[in-house]
């Protein structure tokens, strides 16, 4: 989603609040796919020149598999962040391009929540994970395995 910046470019010092709703693409993130809902963005955004700091809340319903069993596991993740757009961005200082007055959020809202993911992701505190003779979903029942270890 691309957010007009002209307004911050414009009036350097000045702030602008906004609000935005994404659609981000799924992913794959630590070999597990990834996939993005109710993505938002809220915060201000102010000019400082040739450039324009976002300051911004960022939050997303994410849905992956259980690390333990494998089952979907859901988890809401919530993110502050603090990003500068220019039109010359300085890949070292992670600056964000600035196309003729707009820019793309994307990147920096993905960004900011993957910093925010689980190393991994539990369907619920209590997982029993599976067997690791049969396979069978410890969750859903026991398994003969068991009673042999």
């Known amino acids: 989603m691309r957010i007009d910046l002209s307004a911050p470019l414009r009036d ?3 702030s602008y609040p906004f609000s935005a ?12 796919p990834v996939a993005f809902s109710n993505v938002h963005a809220e915060g201000v ?3 400082a020149g040739e450039s324009v700091e ?4 960022v939050s997303a ?4 598999r259980c690390a333990l069993c494998l089952e979907e596991a859901k988890a809401h993740l919530a993110a502050e962040t603090v990003d500068r757009f220019s039109r ?7 600056e964000y391009l600035i196309e003729g007055y707009s820019a793309d959020l994307t990147k920096p809202v993905l960004d900011a929540l993957l910093l925010e993911m689980p190393m991994r992701f539990l369907c619920r505190p209590d997982c029993k994970g599976l067997c690791p003779v049969c396979g069978q979903n410890r969750n859903n029942g026991s398994c003969t395995c068991e009673q042999d270890s």
């Open 21 to 32: 709703d994404l659609e981000l693409e799924p992913i794959v993130y630590l070999d597990d």
């Open 61 to 64: 319903d994410v849905t992956s």
């Open 54 to 57: 976002m300051r911004a809340t």
């Open 88 to 94: 010359t961005p300085n890949e070292d200082e992670d």
């Open 12 to 14: 350097s010092g000045q």
């Open 45 to 47: 955004l102010i000019g």
